[in-house]
C-alpha cells in the first residue's frame, strides 16, 4: 500500500511538473505571435487534414449533430480547423489560454472551450462519436483512468482517435531515466508501439486503422540537424515518431 502511494504521489509530481513545462511553452509561442516573429499555428490545419484522412475509412458519422470532444487541446485544437460536428475541447490550462488574448484570438467560432483534465471528464455518458487525444497521453497524470473516461464518454459506435510519440525499446528505457529524474519534464509516460497496442487492447479498444512514422527517416533526421538536442536524440536511441490509431471499443462497455 505504501508503494503504490509513493508510487502515485511521483506520477502526480510528473504530471504538475508536465504542465509547467507545457505552460512555459505556450507564454513563449504567445509572446513570439505578439512579437510577429513567430506564426499563426497553421499546423493545426494540417493535424485536422491528417484526421480527415484516417478517418476516411472509418464507419463513423461525420454530420452536424455529431459530437467531437478533444482531451488535451492546448489553446487551439484539432477541433478548431474542423467544419463538422458539434465541437468541444479540454485542457488543464484552459484558464491560462484565456488571458493570452494572441492565442485566443486564433479560435475560429463554433467550438467550447472547457477546463479540466481527461482523468476525469465533466460530460454525460456515451454522448460523444468521435473523442480526439493529439500528442497527449503521454503528458498525463494517468492514462487508464483517461482511457477508461473515454470509454464511458462514447457512443456505442464512437471511435477515438490517438496519435502519440513512440519510443523503440531501447529508446523508452532511456526516456524513463530521462523522466524520473525531471530531465524530460513535459512526458512523465513511455511508449513503445507495441506498449501502446497492448495499453489500448487492455482497456478495451480494437485499432481500426493504424499508422507509424519511419523511425529510421526521423533518426537520420535528427542526426542531420542543426539543434544539439536533436542530435542527441538520433545518435543515442531516444529519437521518438509518431504513432496513430483510430479505435472503437471492442466490446459493448458498461457506461456507468
Known amino acids: 500500500m505504501l508503494a503504490h502511494i509513493g508510487s502515485s504521489q511521483i506520477k502526480r509530481t510528473r504530471w504538475f511538473a508536465a504542465q509547467e513545462y507545457e505552460q512555459a511553452f505556450w507564454q513563449r509561442r504567445a509572446t513570439s505571435i505578439e512579437d510577429g516573429t513567430a506564426g499563426q499555428l497553421d499546423w493545426y490545419d494540417w493535424k485536422a487534414c491528417r484526421l480527415e484522412e484516417h478517418l476516411a475509412s472509418v464507419p463513423i458519422p461525420r454530420s452536424k449533430a455529431s459530437r467531437v470532444l478533444e482531451i488535451g487541446s492546448g489553446p487551439i485544437g484539432i477541433v478548431n480547423s474542423l467544419e463538422w460536428g458539434e465541437r468541444y ?6 484558464q491560462f489560454y484565456r488571458q493570452r488574448p494572441s492565442l485566443i484570438r486564433l479560435r475560429k467560432p463554433g467550438a467550447t472551450y472547457l477546463p479540466g483534465a481527461g482523468e476525469r471528464l465533466p460530460l454525460r455518458r456515451a454522448s460523444f462519436s468521435l473523442v480526439i487525444i493529439d500528442n497527449v497521453i503521454d503528458h498525463t497524470f494517468a492514462p487508464a483512468e483517461i482511457v477508461r473516461e473515454i470509454s464511458r464518454i462514447l457512443e456505442t459506435r464512437g471511435c477515438l ?5 513512440v519510443h523503440t525499446v531501447w529508446g523508452a528505457i532511456l526516456h524513463k531515466v530521462l523522466a524520473a529524474l525531471h530531465i524530460d519534464k513535459g512526458h512523465p509516460y513511455t511508449f513503445t508501439s507495441w506498449t501502446l497496442r497492448r495499453f489500448l487492447a487492455r482497456h478495451g479498444f480494437k485499432i481500426l486503422r493504424e499508422e507509424t512514422e519511419d523511425y529510421r ?5 535528427n542526426r542531420r540537424s542543426p539543434s544539439l538536442r536533436e542530435r542527441i536524440k538520433g545518435y543515442t536511441g531516444l529519437s521518438e515518431f509518431q504513432h496513430t490509431v483510430v479505435c472503437c471499443q471492442s466490446a459493448p462497455v458498461s457506461k456507468t
Open 89 to 94: 475541447a479540454i485542457d488543464p490550462l484552459e
Open 161 to 165: 482517435y490517438l496519435t502519440v510519440n
Open 217 to 221: 527517416l526521423v533518426k537520420r533526421t
